[in-house]
């Protein structure tokens, strides 16, 4: 089982980064996808989910302006992140969750699988 994400970078505010977790081992259709992040000195959050019946849950701070969504075929869940502001600034990380169907899909300590985190940076 591997998660891989990727695509994190530096960004000016207002711009625009799409993060991929590609996933191998597992069927992606059979879990829950979520991205969490953790800021320095900050503990870590859950940013979005996308369940096994295809639902999507986001956090209030990137609501509006992140969306989640998976390509099956790809083996892969991407979030779209726009108008991103410097209080983005993380590492983000995506995790897998057996058959969610998204309850209480925030807390980490529920997650399987998890990927190595990609850093996101907004910064002029």
Not at 36 to 57: H, I, L, W
């Amino acid at each position: 089982v591997q998660l891989q994400a990727s695509g994190g970078g530096l960004v000016q505010p207002g711009g625009s980064l799409r993060l991929s977790c590609a996933t191998s081992g597992f069927t992606l259709a059979d879990y829950a996808i979520s991205w969490f992040r953790q800021a320095p000195g900050k503990e870590r959050e859950g940013v979005s989910c996308s369940t096994v019946n295809e639902d999507t849950y986001y956090a209030d701070a990137v609501r509006g302006r992140f969306t989640i969504f998976r390509d099956e075929a790809e083996n892969t869940v991407y979030l779209q992140m726009n108008s991103l502001k410097p209080e983005d600034t993380a590492v983000y990380y995506c995790a897998a969750d057996w058959n969610s169907d998204g309850t209480d899909w925030h807390l980490g300590s529920y997650y399987d699988y998890w990927g190595q985190g990609t850093q996101v940076t907004v910064s002029s």
